[in-house]
């Protein structure tokens, strides 16, 4: 399919809006049960459970979404390298929205016991699989419809999905307990996620609006889809695939680290209000949202893994620093502390999109970049508050937890060594026939 520069700008500046809403509307969802986890989750589904065990479980909940984050990869991306990407993600988006949306009704412990904890988990779960095939069609969507030289760049929309989403559901968090104050733990918190369905309407209006990308229309009229695209990606691609995943340690570890861990140890061991730590957290948003497309813009301007590379120093380097000046308990350190920890792992993200994408040839480039990064999900940023908080338990130090970040940092600066040029590869395997 030829496509003139002109209209190829247009739909470019169509997909770059549907990936910020889109992703921005499944992250705001996703978002909203990590800071529900940390703020009330445990006194309304588990309050039988002492303090310790109440956040644990509630922070197991939340991991299940991780969880559930590679087969969403796995369902959508079979779809999104067969059928299409658009289909995909409109698809996703109706999963999560719903899912988040019955969140807001469930019954609690006190009217139906632990069945309401179990309705959770699976509500979760279908989040988890709503945002798994999120990342990966909205990425290969933008990066098939830029230009080159712009390729770091227009994957970073997708990327400012989670600071948007994020500043979003903390900011409407923080508006609730401001408004329903004492009854946020009653009903205050169910507001939120009834807001789902509104945003969800938004997004979808938007994101049919927007065309297949050029690439992946010309394949299909080629009849050169993968016949078992996600097979495929792990049989070709093992290596590219587990040392993009370990790349990631270095920012969805330190980031859940910062925003849903740091909730609970504000609030429970610093004794801060919990309106001041969601206020707080909505900095690491304003950051990402400046340094993420700053990044990804350098990204395209100089060597992709330098700047990815930088990052993941500044993030080792400040591990300790940060819970030092966090246990101060000095609110304008606090401020200071997370301002500075968000740093290193946006310039990680911002680049990220373009990097695992241009791994992959276009007929698996779905499959294959969803699975490396949801994979991460699992070993990263889903584990992080439950392993932070069973470190703090029993080491009863936040230098424990510091470590944990460098020992994360470490990993994947030599993923990032050993993670192999991309692009002429690239280039060669998507002009090779697909059967």
Not at 368 to 378: C, H, K, L, N
């Amino acid at each position: 399919m030829e496509i003139n520069e002109q209209a190829r700008k247009k739909q470019m500046k169509k997909v770059a809006l549907a990936s910020i809403v889109g992703t921005s509307i499944e992250w705001y969802d996703f978002f909203l049960y990590g800071t529900m986890a940390a703020l009330v989750f445990p006194q309304l589904f588990f309050p039988e459970s002492n303090a310790f065990m109440g956040v644990l479980q509630a922070f197991i909940t939340l991991f299940v979404g991780f969880l559930a984050r590679p087969i969403g990869a796995i369902i959508f991306s079979s779809y999104g390298d067969k059928i299409g990407r658009k289909a995909a993600l409109v698809s996703s988006l109706l999963l999560m929205g719903i899912s988040s949306t019955v969140m807001g009704l469930l019954p609690t412990y006190d009217t139906i016991g632990i069945f309401g904890a179990v309705l959770l988990v699976i509500l979760r779960f279908l989040q988890g699989i709503g945002v798994g095939g999120e990342w990966g069609g909205s990425v290969t969507l933008s990066v098939e419809w830029s230009s080159e030289k712009s390729r770091g760049l227009m994957g970073s929309m997708t990327q400012l999905g989670v600071p948007i989403g994020m500043l979003i559901s903390t900011s409407v968090v923080s508006l609730c307990i401001f408004l329903t104050g004492e009854n946020f733990g009653v009903w205050g918190w169910r507001i939120p996620f009834l807001l789902s369905i509104v945003l969800v309407f938004i997004g979808l209006f938007i994101r049919l609006g927007i065309e297949e990308s050029p690439e992946f229309t010309k394949m299909k009229e080629e009849n050169r889809t993968a016949k078992s695209p996600v097979l495929e990606s792990i049989k070709g691609y093992p290596r590219e695939i587990v040392f993009a995943a370990l790349t990631r340690l270095a920012d969805n570890v330190p980031f859940y680290i910062y925003t849903t861990f740091a909730i609970y140890y504000a609030t429970v061991h610093i004794k801060l209000d919990k309106q001041f730590i969601t206020n707080a957290v909505l900095l690491v948003s304003i950051v990402f949202l400046v340094v993420v497309p700053l990044s990804a813009h350098l990204s395209d301007r100089f060597n992709r893994k330098n700047i990815t590379l930088a990052g993941m120093i500044i993030t080792l380097l400040f591990s300790f620093p940060y819970f030092y000046l966090v246990n101060s308990g000095e609110k304008s350190l606090i401020i200071l502390a997370t301002i500075i920890a968000s740093i290193g792992p946006a310039m990680v993200y911002g680049p990220q999109a373009a990097l695992i994408s241009e791994i992959f040839p276009v007929h698996l480039r779905f499959s294959g970049s969803s699975i490396a990064y949801q994979f991460a999900s699992i070993i990263a940023g889903g584990l992080a508050p439950t392993i932070s908080l069973t470190l703090l338990e029993k080491f009863k130090t936040t230098s424990a937890i510091s470590m944990y970040v460098v020992i994360c940092c470490i990993i994947s600066i030599i993923a990032l060594t050993l993670l192999r040029p991309s692009e002429k590869r690239v280039l060669k395997a998507e002009s090779t026939q697909i059967g």
